[in-house]
């Protein structure tokens, strides 16, 4: 199904579903539309116009005289917060979804999390749970953990294995999912503590997606308000002893660095990162 490009013109009556119009261009002084629309319409200008529709997303209408009857699908502004548990990996996460936010926190870790999606701010799946008669469906979507969409009405499970992260219009579309890290260097007291280098240990090598192997790493000296660009690593899938390592990276001071690793897949898993304060070449 196709969007309806554009319509102009002095009598018409089109009838559409799905985005996909039996008369895509017409002219017409008075138009009515009568529609079911998973997509806009580029736009409508027309002198008298009345719609009467189910939209997901809303078009661009130009005209003098306008009547909508509409039913919309979208983001509601919920004055609550909502909150749901799942366990996965053996560890129980706790979600908290607020409007502008959702805030998962790691009960076995005990730290908290922002997760989003790939084109929002927040994670789009609303509620779940971990679907316990599911047991041979979750061996082959990679969890028994089932999850809604607030907007579109759609089931996902999660795919802890997967790379990229379904799309939350439900066109089918996948997108690379950014991962963010952070890690603090403490230093008190007035001397400047030299920092030579800085290792990420992990899932080396275990590279599922070739155009998605970038490791970012950055460094904050005010307290996370600007950052540094260290450089970007990139990781060879199969070579399992390979070095994600950043070499000299100045001077550390009071109350610390704070460390940003990024990357949108290619580290699976992060083990942990070293910070080098001597010169290890030097003999002691």
Same mark, same amino acid.
């Given at each position: 199904?196709?969007?309806?490009?554009?319509?102009?013109g002095?009598?018409?009556?089109?009838?559409?579903? *799905?985005?996909?119009?039996?008369?895509p261009?017409?002219?017409?002084?008075?138009f009515?539309?009568s529609?079911?629309?998973?997509?806009?319409s580029?736009?409508?200008?027309?002198?008298?116009l009345?719609i009467?529709?189910?939209?997901?997303?809303a078009?661009?209408?130009?005209?003098?005289?306008?009547?909508?009857?509409?039913?919309?699908? *979208?983001?509601?502004?919920?004055?609550?917060? /909502?909150?749901?548990?799942?366990?996965?990996?053996?560890?129980?996460?706790?979600?908290?979804?607020?409007?502008?936010?959702?805030?998962?926190?790691?009960l076995?870790?005990?730290?908290?999390?922002s997760?989003a999606?790939?084109?929002?701010?927040?994670?789009? +799946?609303?509620?779940?749970?971990?679907?316990v008669?599911?047991?041979?469906?979750?061996?082959t979507?990679?969890?028994?953990?089932?999850?809604?969409?607030?907007?579109?009405?759609?089931?996902?499970? +999660? $795919?802890?294995d997967?790379?990229?992260?379904?799309?939350s219009l439900?066109?089918?579309?996948?997108?690379?999912?950014?991962?963010?890290?952070?890690?603090?260097?403490p230093?008190?007291?007035n001397?400047?503590?030299p920092?030579?280098?800085?290792?990420?240990? *992990?899932?080396?090598?275990?590279?599922?997606?070739?155009?998605?192997?970038?490791? $970012?790493l950055?460094?904050?000296?005010?307290?996370?308000?600007?950052f540094?660009?260290? *450089?970007t690593?990139?990781? $060879?899938?199969?070579?399992?002893?390979?070095?994600?390592?950043?070499?000299? +990276?100045?001077?550390?001071r009071?109350?610390g660095?704070?460390?940003k690793l990024?990357?949108?897949g290619? /580290?699976?898993?992060?083990?942990?990162?070293?910070?080098?304060?001597?010169?290890?070449s030097?003999?002691?």
């Open positions: 199904m196709a969007e309806t490009p554009e319509i102009r002095v009598q018409g009556s089109v009838t559409a579903v *799905g985005g996909f119009s039996e008369t261009t017409e002219r017409v002084w008075s009515s539309a529609a079911v629309v998973n997509y806009p580029d736009s409508l200008d027309t002198q008298t009345g009467s529709a189910v939209y997901r997303q078009a661009q209408l130009e005209a003098t005289s306008l009547s909508i009857t509409a039913v919309t699908r *979208g983001r509601v502004k919920a004055p609550w917060a /909502l909150a749901w548990t799942f366990t996965l990996d053996g560890h129980d996460y706790y979600v908290i979804n607020l409007y502008d936010e959702t805030l998962v926190y790691d076995s870790q005990g730290q908290w999390y997760w999606d790939a084109s929002e701010k927040i994670w789009h +799946l609303r509620y779940g749970l971990n679907w008669q599911t047991s041979e469906l979750a061996f979507q990679g969890s028994n953990i089932i999850c809604g969409d607030d907007t579109t009405g759609a089931l996902f499970f +999660l $795919d802890p997967k790379v990229t992260d379904d799309s439900g066109n089918g579309l996948e997108h690379p999912f950014e991962r963010v890290v952070y890690g603090q260097m230093i008190r007291g001397a400047a503590v920092c030579y280098g800085v290792q990420v240990y *992990g899932s080396l090598g275990e590279v599922q997606e070739p155009t998605l192997t970038a490791i $970012d950055e460094f904050s000296d005010d307290q996370g308000n600007t540094v660009n260290c *450089g690593i990139d990781m $060879d899938a199969g070579d399992y002893n390979q070095r994600l390592y950043w070499r000299s +990276l100045g001077h550390m009071q109350p660095r704070l460390f990024t990357d949108f290619g /580290l699976r898993r992060l083990d942990g990162i070293d910070i080098d304060d001597q010169d290890l030097t003999p002691q």
